[in-house]
């Protein structure tokens, strides 16, 4: 068999299927069922959302600080530690976010 | 997102999506719905977090694709001989070579590794360009390509046997 037929009984053996309206109407029962669940998600996302840039501004705030207030005494080690606080506190956001993430999922699945 | 537009794209989306897990299924329908269901839900619920940043068919696409993997990792993989005249909505009254025809290349398509069967059907029953499935895949596009290649490679091999 070369690769055009194979491709000619491919594209001619797609599955049918046809639309159902008993499918749409189960669609529509369960997305009612679980308006609630959807809310309570989407409310968690818009917290966690300002929780993140406050995280980041602090982390910014903070590195700024040190950098300020240590810079006399040598400006390069101030320097890697003002970009030490700015990358701990990135790493705190990113983490942040992955359990958001896993928050959410997991309330997803619970409402299946 | 709100109810009505979530369910007004799903209208759109539902015959394509049904066609892709049936396919992954091997016609196994109602394995296929309940897939369909469950991936609806959670895009439902994910909704808010949809930024448009792909089309909402593709990351429907993605979210049943995943579905269908955390539905394969719970049961243990089932080799049901499969009905080619379930998946392709025929009769008996078809023609049998045709149907057996087809019997076969379902047969062969559900022996390919995950990613190569997943990539084959998107590719050739659902039109997808490559850029499309490999966001879809969550995988390179150069790896769909090679994917396609190996696929058919396989199918050839399987199919002649």
Same mark, same amino acid.
């Given at each position: 068999?070369?690769?055009?037929?194979?491709?000619?009984?491919?594209?001619?053996?797609?599955?049918?299927?046809?639309?159902?309206?008993?499918?749409?109407?189960?669609?529509?029962?369960?997305?009612?069922?679980?308006? &609630?669940?959807?809310?309570?998600?989407?409310? *968690? %996302?818009? %917290?966690?959302?300002? +929780?993140?840039?406050?995280?980041?501004?602090? &982390?910014?705030?903070?590195?700024?600080?040190?950098?300020?207030?240590?810079?006399?005494?040598?400006?390069? +080690?101030?320097?890697?530690?003002? +970009?030490?606080?700015?990358?701990?506190?990135?790493?705190?956001?990113?983490?942040?976010?992955?359990?958001? *993430?896993?928050?959410?999922?997991? +309330?997803?699945?619970?409402?299946? | 997102?709100?109810?009505?537009?979530? #369910?007004?794209?799903?209208? #759109?989306?539902?015959?394509?999506?049904?066609?892709?897990?049936?396919?992954?299924?091997?016609?196994?329908?109602?394995?296929?719905?309940?897939?369909?269901?469950?991936?609806?839900?959670? =895009?439902?619920? =994910? $909704?808010?977090?949809?930024?448009?940043?792909?089309?909402?068919?593709?990351?429907?696409?993605? #979210?049943?694709?995943?579905?269908? !993997?955390?539905?394969?990792?719970?049961?243990?993989?089932?080799?049901?001989?499969? @009905?080619?005249?379930?998946?392709?909505?025929?009769?008996?009254?078809?023609?049998? @070579?045709?149907?057996?025809?087809?019997?076969?290349?379902?047969? =062969?398509?559900?022996?390919?590794?995950?990613?190569?069967?997943?990539?084959?059907?998107?590719?050739?029953?659902? @039109?997808?360009?490559?850029?499309? !499935? =490999?966001?879809?895949?969550? !995988?390179?596009?150069?790896?769909?390509?090679?994917?396609?290649?190996?696929?058919?490679?396989?199918?050839?091999?399987?199919? $002649?046997?």
């Amino acid at each position: 068999m070369t690769d055009k037929e194979l491709e000619g009984l491919l594209k001619e053996s797609k599955p049918m299927v046809k639309d159902d309206y008993g499918f749409m109407l189960e669609v529509i029962r369960r997305t009612s069922a679980i308006k &609630g669940v959807k809310s309570e998600v989407d409310r *968690q %996302r818009k %917290r966690w959302h300002k +929780v993140l840039w406050i995280t980041f501004f602090i &982390g910014i705030a903070a590195g700024i600080l040190i950098y300020d207030t240590f810079a006399f005494l040598n400006p390069r +080690v101030c320097y890697t530690v003002a +970009v030490i606080a700015i990358t701990i506190t990135l790493v705190i956001v990113t983490t942040l976010d992955i359990k958001k *993430q896993s928050v959410i999922r997991n +309330v997803a699945k619970t409402s299946e | 997102m709100t109810e009505e537009r979530f #369910i007004d794209l799903v209208r #759109i989306e539902q015959v394509p999506l049904r066609r892709f897990l049936l396919a992954l299924c091997s016609g196994d329908s109602a394995t296929a719905d309940d897939i369909a269901q469950d991936s609806l839900v959670r =895009a439902y619920v =994910a $909704s808010g977090s949809f930024k448009g940043l792909s089309s909402f068919r593709t990351w429907l696409f993605r #979210i049943a694709y995943n579905c269908y !993997i955390d539905h394969c990792r719970k049961t243990q993989p089932q080799r049901l001989p499969i @009905d080619g005249r379930e998946a392709l909505n025929k009769t008996a009254d078809d023609d049998p @070579d045709h149907l057996f025809r087809f019997q076969n290349l379902y047969q =062969a398509i559900d022996r390919l590794p995950e990613k190569e069967k997943a990539a084959v059907i998107l590719f050739y029953f659902e @039109d997808r360009s490559i850029k499309e !499935i =490999a966001a879809i895949l969550g !995988i390179p596009s150069g790896t769909i390509k090679y994917h396609l290649s190996s696929g058919r490679s396989h199918l050839k091999e399987l199919i $002649s046997l």
